[in-house]
């Protein structure tokens, strides 16, 4: 039996193809080397960020000592700043004026 002619790699039509693949060793890491080359200078940013500017609360609101009107609860988190809510049904918090 005779061997098989050598594929060659079907970009430079000079080395011997890698098993499996159609361009040889040196072909296949050009590219790769490439390709990383390219994605990254496509991921780097060509403008600066904006951060937003923090909010700065007038008054600090404090978490209402009160049990909740509708399940009985009392553990509040803050929806929005200043904006307290039942951490258990969600609603705010009564307000009674006297």
């Known amino acids: 039996m005779t061997t098989p002619p050598a594929l060659l790699c079907s970009r430079c ?3 011997e193809r890698r098993p499996g693949q159609r361009w040889c060793r040196d072909c296949l890491y050009a590219y790769k080397r490439d390709r990383r080359a390219r994605l990254r200078a496509l ?3 060509t403008w600066e960020p904006v951060y937003p500017a923090p909010v700065l609360a007038e008054t600090p609101v404090e978490k209402p000592l009160v049990l909740c009107w509708l399940c009985g609860y009392a553990a509040w988190f803050e929806w929005t700043p200043g904006d307290w809510r039942c951490r258990l049904c969600g609603i705010p918090p009564a307000v ?3």
């Open 96 to 98: 009674h004026h006297s």
């Open 13 to 15: 039509h000079q080395a």
């Open 43 to 45: 991921a780097e940013p």
